[in-house]
């Protein structure tokens, strides 16, 4: 009995470790891209914004996990709103690598309604009387196994973890095909060839954090209900929290093994000459415009 428990401590404090240094990772990663002087500066800020909201989540399921919660108890509730936006950034970050622009369409307003969620209830908790963000905060330090429960106005804790990332997975499915068709491209480019290891090295990392953290979620539920089957492992630290925690950590590290995407990606510009050879119709201009005066005047306002 007595190993069995040191077991299962030295298997938590494991966990949490783990915790603490993805953050640590996430943190100083994303001071380095959003100080680093890049090619292409909106891709690099977007990533170090979602890096720096990966390290914000580590570190306050650190505190949490770790029963460090009574210490740092003005980090509670509010932060719920960042970690509603996290995949927000990876889309933006997506696009603009895969298009080399940013641009804005009302449909992406689908992205923010787990934030909008998020915004309700934090509101609505902080507007009642003190005794219920108290009695929350409280559940939370005695019983951090259970703080998933805590049931705010609209949603729960656990059901907002569950939203979240289902989002983040659908935003990620929808992203695939697009992913597919820019590593088609420019094949024999090397630094093109890093950058698509990249995408999809990362695009696996962020699916696994969403199927894993859509599995704890469910799995919290299942285990309130009193229902136990093979995908509930344990309170203490199961196998798909084991595996969450160590995605976290990975995804954390990853960029330190493609360093050259830290310099950003601009898309390859079309030269003149280019555009005469792949275009037949451009030999021959029409409107009795001569074509040497008109490539030599272009040259002459490009230089």
């Not at 891209?33 to 500066?41: G, V």
């Not at 330190?256 to 950003?264: A, T």
Request: with cysteine; proline share 3%.
């Amino acid at each position: 009995e007595y190993l069995c428990l040191y077991w299962l401590l030295c298997k938590k404090s494991a966990l949490i470790l783990i915790l603490l240094i993805a953050s640590i990772f996430g943190f100083v990663l994303s001071t380095i891209l959003f100080l680093k002087k890049t090619t292409n500066t909106k891709a690099t800020l977007l990533l170090g914004s979602f890096y720096f909201i990966l390290s914000i989540y580590a570190f306050h399921a650190y505190l949490l996990d770790g029963g460090y919660l009574d210490q740092f108890t003005w980090f509670f509730l509010w932060p719920l709103l960042l970690f509603h936006l996290i995949f927000v950034p990876i889309y933006y970050y997506f696009q603009v690598i895969l298009t080399d622009t940013l641009t804005w369409h009302n449909a992406q307003l689908l992205l923010f309604v787990p934030f909008i969620l998020g915004v309700i209830d934090v509101v609505v908790v902080y507007a009642l009387p003190s005794h219920v963000l108290t009695g929350i905060l409280q559940e939370a330090i005695l019983t951090p196994e259970n703080r998933l429960n805590a049931q705010y106005w609209l949603l729960s804790l656990n059901e907002h973890l569950l939203i979240r990332h289902i989002w983040q997975l659908g935003v990620l499915i929808f992203l695939l095909p697009k992913i597919l068709r820019f590593i088609k491209k420019r094949k024999d480019d090397t630094l093109k060839q890093v950058l698509d290891k990249w995408l999809l090295v990362f695009w696996i990392g962020l699916v696994s954090m969403a199927i894993l953290a859509i599995l704890y979620a469910l799995e919290k539920m299942i285990a309130d209900t009193g229902f136990h089957s093979w995908i509930v492992i344990g309170q203490h630290g199961g196998i798909i929290t084991l595996c969450l925690y160590i995605v976290l950590f990975l995804i954390g590290v990853i960029p330190l093994y493609f360093p050259s995407i830290l310099n950003g990606y601009p898309q390859p510009r079309i030269s003149i000459s280019e555009v005469n050879v792949d275009n037949q119709e451009g030999k021959n201009l029409k409107f009795g415009l001569d074509e040497d005066e008109v490539i030599t005047k272009l040259s002459h306002l490009l230089v």
